[in-house]
């Protein structure tokens, strides 16, 4: 098992819409989806560039990780995401590494996705994500 390529890269803002304004601008596309996440607590906007995508994520509690990342640091690049075919094997294969998973199910994600998330602390302080495409819409 291995993960296949660079899903989408999540940046954390304070206002989505103002950052939707400023990556429409960057890119020189428009968000392709909108979503309201209610488990992790997010609204996000989906961009495509080519073969990847830009995931902006503001919070919408304060309990969200969003929120207590820009608490942290600001905003700025959240986490990397990662395709892959079948979560449940790759998450077996990442604990059998030593990675630490931040959820032990996968859970449902934005843009029709299972995803979970892998501990920083073991990825040399990234936040990485794994994703598996849903086959219903
Ligand atoms: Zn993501």
Redesign the pocket.
């Known amino acids: 098992m291995k993960m296949n390529k660079i899903e ?1 890269i ?1 940046i954390a803002v304070k206002d989505l819409e103002l950052s939707c304004n400023l990556y429409e601008k960057l890119l020189g596309v428009t968000p392709y989806k909108r979503e309201q996440v209610f488990s992790e607590g997010v609204y996000t906007a989906f961009f495509r560039t080519g073969e990847s995508k830009i ?1 902006l994520l503001q919070a919408t509690t304060n309990e969200s990780a969003i929120a207590g990342f820009i608490a942290k640091k600001g905003e700025g690049i959240h ?1 990397i ?1 990662f395709q892959v075919d079948d979560i449940l094997a790759e998450m077996v294969r990442l604990k059998n590494e030593g990675f630490t998973l931040l959820n032990e199910e996968p859970k449902m ?2 843009d029709n996705k299972l ?1 979970c998330f892998v501990h920083p602390k073991g990825t040399g302080g990234v936040l990485v ?1 794994i994703c598996q495409e849903l086959n219903i819409e």
């Open positions: 989408h999540g995931e986490h995401a994600g934005a995803v994500e």
